[in-house]
């Protein structure tokens, strides 16, 4: 596996200075320039998130925090949590500035690399950024993949978006809802009820006790075909959270060849991201109460 210090090819002036690019946009963690501040930011969400997440949070990423120890204290060294992940999935973090383009950060997840930004949030933005930062990406992503089933199953979405990515457009945009509905916001069905294990919830306090316990969402049983036809919300939290049984059934239902499926998706008009359907098997049929005005995308 290649480190990122192999992979350089050139320097670009960013604002947040002269820093190394590489092709696939891997830089250096900077982790001797974090500031306290920096630090403290990691430590108060780590704590936030810590006190909340116990009986929410599935057991897989519960564990996987602890296993990383991930609140000793201060911003982690993506080196230490890669010899962590070597000897346990073979997956690779690799720091970047933001969000890549489709195909790069495909390519990074088809070779079990995750891509994770490298810098914080500011103290004012504990509680919302619109965009991914280190913490929404290191700690909403990272410790799941520890799980060999969901290591497996990313690895395979990175290789489902590079065939997407050949088909086109409209291909790319039903993967992406696959996405969203799983690795980002996705539930999951247990013993005690059901636990969040989608990245976009662990790393926000609110929506992490919304997406639970508010009667506004659906939550509705995971079907691959209804997924990938649900338009979702940016704006605001979720109105509709799909629950899978377990991380088995996801990786089992995606594994067949999508490129028959786009073609028919293709041909069916979406659905919006609050609706509610004859065949779905539904948890909980949401109040819509507060649901903000706007459209899905
Ligand atoms: N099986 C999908 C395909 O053929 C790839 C994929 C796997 C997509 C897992 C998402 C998740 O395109
Ligand atoms: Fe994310």
Redesign the pocket.
Known sequence: MSTPSQRRVEHQQTDRGYVPVYATGVVEQPWADYSPTDHGVWDALFRRQCELLPGRACREFLDGVTRFGLGDGGIPKFSELNRVLGRSTGWTLVAVEGLLPDEVFFDHLAHRRFPVTWWIRKPEQLDYLSEPDLFHDLFGHVPLLLNPVFAD?????G???M??FAIGRE?LTL?TR??WY?VEFGLIRTDEGLRIYGAGIVSSKGESIYSLESPAPNRIGFDLERVMRTRYRIDSYQQTYFVIDDFEQ??AA??????P??ARLAAQPPLAAADVLATDHVYQRGTRVGFAAGSDT
Do not use: V
Request: proline share 4%; net charge positive.
């Open positions: 199953y990313m690895q395979a979405y290789q489902g978006g065939k997407a291909a993967l696959l996405y799983t996801l990786f995606t594994r067949p060849d999508f490129t499926l786009y």
